[in-house]
């Protein structure tokens, strides 16, 4: 091997590797996020399947197909009551209640509680960065530029929100929302009635939670499928194991049963593996 391409290689491997030494708890989290996005892939490959439209951004995610009998819904897992700004509240009030609340963006409503918009930290940060340095786009300076310009001088959450906002409804699944707010890179929702009033949010960390669960979530969603699919005699000659994701099934069960059982299984967004130890009556 020639020096360049001992170099090369050498760089390669710099590559693959982690750009600082990995936290004990790194493993775990990045099995966490890896399943995460697979719930969230799944969500997108069903919702993109059904043939209908992505949700509209002022009304949120549809309610998408019937929710099963463990099939978390938003509005099981929504804050409420949900803190909101008024569409005419100063800018400097805004900071205030974003410090307040302890939450970087905070959904914006007319009179009648209808969102009509989010104001962010990051929308305060450009205002003033704006107002400090004096910089105006010049006459034929970009049409984003000019847009946000114009946007900063405002004064109230009217002028500085951004809209329309991205919303679901309470009756979205779980896994449409997640699957909306990676869609959309946003770390909290709010949620809305069909007429567009706030009725609560939800975060980007409590989606996660709630589809990625524990062993003990997981194997109760398997024990419910058992139920499903196997006879009531049947039923007691299945064992289910669940370790990290990984699921083992074990028992004697006919032979059409297994394969569907563990079709049924495996189509758990939140299952890593499905591990086939039945064996046919």
Request: net charge neutral.
């Amino acid at each position: 091997m020639n020096e360049r391409e001992n170099f090369s290689t050498g760089s390669e491997a710099r590559r693959s590797l982690p750009s600082r030494p990995w936290s004990p708890g790194e493993g775990p989290r990045q099995d966490l996020l890896v399943r995460y996005l697979g719930a969230v892939a799944a969500a997108a490959a069903e919702h993109v399947g059904s043939g209908k439209p992505p949700p509209p951004a002022p009304v949120g995610a549809s309610p998408g197909p019937a929710a099963g009998p463990l099939t978390p819904l938003v509005r099981d897992v929504m804050d409420v009551p949900a803190a909101s700004l008024r569409d005419d509240l100063p800018y400097r009030e805004i900071a205030r209640l974003l410090a307040r609340e302890h939450v970087s963006a905070l959904p914006v409503v007319d009179a009648k509680e209808h969102v009509v918009g989010v104001v962010s930290e990051s929308d305060l940060l450009a205002k003033v960065a704006i107002e400090v340095s004096g910089h105006a786009p010049g006459r034929v300076g970009r049409l984003r530029e000019r847009r946000l310009y114009g946007k900063t001088r405002g004064e109230t959450a009217a002028d500085l929100m951004t809209s329309p906002a991205i919303t679901v409804l309470p009756g979205a699944t779980v896994a449409e929302a997640a699957w909306l707010a990676a869609l959309s890179r946003l770390k909290r929702i709010p949620v809305v009635d069909h007429e567009g009033r706030l009725v609560g949010t939800v975060g980007r960390d409590t989606l996660l939670q709630i589809l990625i669960r524990d062993d003990a979530g997981i194997r109760a969603e398997v024990e419910h499928r058992v139920r499903a699919v196997c006879s009531p005699r049947d039923r007691t000659a299945v064992a289910v194991t669940v370790h990290d994701g990984i699921v083992e099934l074990s028992g004697q069960v006919p032979a059409a049963t297994g394969d569907r059982l563990v079709a049924e299984v495996e189509a758990i967004t939140d299952v890593v593996e499905v591990k086939n130890l039945l064996t046919a009556t």
